[in-house]
């Protein structure tokens, strides 16, 4: 608690953890819409989310280690990533698209549960980064310190962001999945091969996620059994910001990630993970009350 | 005709006391027959109450959480720290990180124990309580998430908190009296867990309060044009789990031997899971599926689990998803497809063959 007048006595450390939040917001922005996509067109609430973040991250690893240059382990992420969704949807996912969102979520946790120990398995169980060697920036007399890489995140979150919202709004396939949203039955009279169009909206989530997962090894840590608090944080901005929301879900991502630094600084760290759980739960019982008094219920 | 039919009903009455009777005898011997499994034995029970009281909510009511391990982990920090609470300081016995150890006489160590576990069932119930208003107001897979969270949040605070111990976790004093006596202790304890649990909630079920949560599940908003009072029903039927998983959790505090804050306390990934998925496996909302499913389950899980070292969550992640895809319906609900007329169910040769002549159909 000391630490909360540290920030009133030297506002520069403000600064730094908002400047920190907002880095670290723009990553969360890119799973949290990835996960608004495959909820709003499915009707599925992927908890599997924060393992392909964290596969993303490890994908990244793998083609550094090749050899290849750093920077080129994002889209080798997003390649491999949409490989692997397309064949989880026809592996798995194909057979809970029309069933209940229970079942979605269970057999989801199934997957997750799965991949956090076959990644153990796979490539060990320590907390590993990649250093893509970009320096830091310090502003404000060496009291602000930005580190170049998490700068170039945010960058590169927003050229995808930028990307996928062209790719909505102008491709073919892009227009099929909001087809399909809107109403698939519909859709699939009108010539829509849903089934074509499910795989890949979950392939293309996968691949939003692995990006931020190779965002996320550079500018940050990954480990294999980190992934729930990823899905966690996906599904708190989602429900802040709704269903087909990017400005909603930019400005929820952004304001995650500003929380999370001011109440990791001032609980301390090991609080960090607990405070997004419980925010998670008081967004979620706060939000049904204020509905509650008009006699609804979050749908 | 009234005479056949109460004759019958004697004998199921009869068949199924026997049955209950037979149960009872193989469960009493089994720990003296096989005494190196008894605290495999004991998480049979353990297992049996886990899955019987998520179904309270899961299969009865139709919310399904995620989160019960929450009282679970609650029950077991409280029995610990009042375990060892009541003779010496807490803080400093758990700041020597197992460096101290407490060996209480019998006499202390029932009575610890039994404070212990009341204690624990009344703060698990308490916490089913005051969370129980706020997120049983959220429906469908927003509580289903939101319990997830609360489950998770619960094993992060107490691996940060120290007078718990934090991450480095907490030890219950040790059992006096010679080896092989603790086993079987907590086995007949678990046991009577079981017994009693299912007892009860088979007393629930078959009341107005067991109509009341079907209502809910069925049509939440109708039941509650009917007058019934959903959020009180709710709440109770949260706070009857929360009372069970709270010793339940005491008990295996104990068992174990040790509690670790993320990995059996707050163990979200197996015994949170185990729970949905043992209940799911054996048929969710009947009495008897989610006792089935927990020792088809459990005994599978010691017969396989050890060949499986370092996979055993891929196995269970695996597990889970052809349980929830393929098999929904759980053992009983299956088997209830199959033989209707064994559950007490009527089928008309009509709807059955599908293709009966309709006059005949008529005539009955």
Same mark, same amino acid.
């Given at each position: 608690m000391e630490n909360l007048l540290l920030i009133f006595e030297a506002p520069a450390l403000g600064v730094q953890l908002v400047v920190e939040g907002i880095l670290l917001g723009a990553i969360f922005a890119l799973a949290a819409y990835g996960m608004a996509l495959v909820w709003g067109v499915m009707n599925i609430i992927n908890i599997v989310q924060g393992e392909w973040v964290i596969l993303g991250g490890f994908v990244a690893l793998g083609v550094s280690q090749a050899?290849?240059?750093?920077?080129? =382990?994002i889209p080798a992420a997003a390649v491999v990533l949409f490989a692997i969704g397309w064949l989880c949807y026809r592996l798995v996912i194909f057979r809970i698209v029309d069933r209940d969102l229970f079942t979605s979520i269970l057999a989801t946790f199934g997957l997750s549960i799965l991949l956090q120990q076959l990644m153990n398995e796979l490539f060990g169980s320590d907390v590993r980064t990649l250093d893509p060697g970009l320096g830091t920036w310090f502003m404000m007399g060496g009291m602000v310190s930005i580190s170049q890489v998490k700068v170039l995140g945010f960058v590169l979150a927003g050229v995808i962001a930028v990307a996928l919202t062209l790719f909505m709004r102008n491709s073919r396939m892009g227009q099929a999945i909001r087809a399909t949203a809107q109403d698939a039955r519909a859709a699939r009279i009108l010539g829509i091969d849903t089934d074509r169009v499910y795989a890949f909206t979950y392939g293309l989530n996968a691949a939003i996620c692995g990006a931020a997962g190779a965002l996320v090894v550079m500018a940050f840590t990954i480990h294999p059994y980190q992934g729930l608090i990823y899905t966690v944080r996906s599904f708190t901005i989602v429900v802040v910001a =709704?269903? =087909?929301?990017l400005p909603g879900v930019i400005a929820s991502a952004f304001g995650l990630g500003v929380a999370e630094q001011f109440a990791g600084f001032t609980l301390g760290a090991e609080y960090q993970n607990a405070f997004v759980f419980l925010l998670l739960v008081a967004i979620l019982i706060s939000r049904n009350m204020l509905l509650q008094r008009q006699r609804k219920y979050l749908k | 005709m009234s005479e056949a039919t109460q004759t019958t009903g004697a004998a199921v009455k009869t068949r199924k006391s026997m049955g209950y009777l037979a149960i009872l005898i193989v469960s009493v011997i089994a720990p003296l027959l096989f005494p190196a499994y008894q605290t495999q034995m004991a998480f049979l029970w353990i297992m049996v109450v886990l899955a019987l009281t998520w179904d309270?909510?899961?299969?009865?009511? !139709?919310y399904n959480s995620f989160g019960n391990i929450l009282f679970f982990g609650v029950g077991m920090y409280v029995t610990a720290v009042l375990q060892v609470g009541l003779f010496t300081d807490v803080t400093a016995y758990n700041a020597a990180k197992g460096g101290e150890v407490l060996d209480p006489t019998l006499g202390e160590y029932l009575l610890g124990l039994g404070v212990g576990l009341g204690i624990a069932a009344i703060a698990a119930t308490a916490c089913a309580a005051v969370f129980g208003f706020g997120m049983l107001g959220l429906r469908g897979h927003y509580f289903a998430i939101g319990t997830l969270g609360l489950g998770i949040a619960a094993g992060e605070i107490a691996a940060g908190w120290?007078?718990?111990?934090? !991450?480095?976790g907490m030890v219950p004093p040790r059992f006096p009296g010679e080896t092989g006596a603790r086993e079987e202790f907590f086995y007949y304890l678990s046991f009577a867990l079981a017994i009693v649990t299912f007892f009860a909630l088979k007393r629930i079920y078959a009341g107005r309060f067991g109509l009341a949560i079907n209502a809910i599940r069925d049509d939440e908003d109708k039941a509650e044009a009917m007058g019934i009072h959903t959020t009180r029903y709710k709440a109770v039927g949260w706070c009857i789990a929360a009372f069970f998983l709270g010793i339940a959790g005491g008990i295996v505090g104990n068992i174990v031997g040790f509690i670790a804050p993320?990995?059996?306390?707050?163990a979200g990934v197996t015994y949170g899971v185990w729970m949905v998925l043992m209940a799911i496996l054996g048929g969710? !909302?009947?009495?008897w599926g989610p006792v089935i499913g927990a020792a088809v389950f459990h005994i599978t899980q010691e017969l396989f689990w050890t060949y499986l070292l370092g996979w055993q969550r891929v196995a269970l992640g695996l597990l889970i998803v052809v349980i929830v895809v393929f098999?929904?319906?759980g053992i009983l609900g299956f088997l209830r497809e199959k033989f209707p007329e064994r559950f007490g169910y009527k089928v008309q040769p009509k709807e059955a063959g599908g293709s009966a002549d309709p006059a005949e159909g008529g005539a009955r």
């Open positions: 050899g290849a240059p750093e920077l080129l =382990g =709704g269903l =087909g929301n | 309270i909510l899961g299969g009865q009511m !139709g120290d007078y718990i111990g934090a !991450g480095s993320r990995d059996v306390a707050f969710k !909302g009947t009495l098999f929904p319906q």
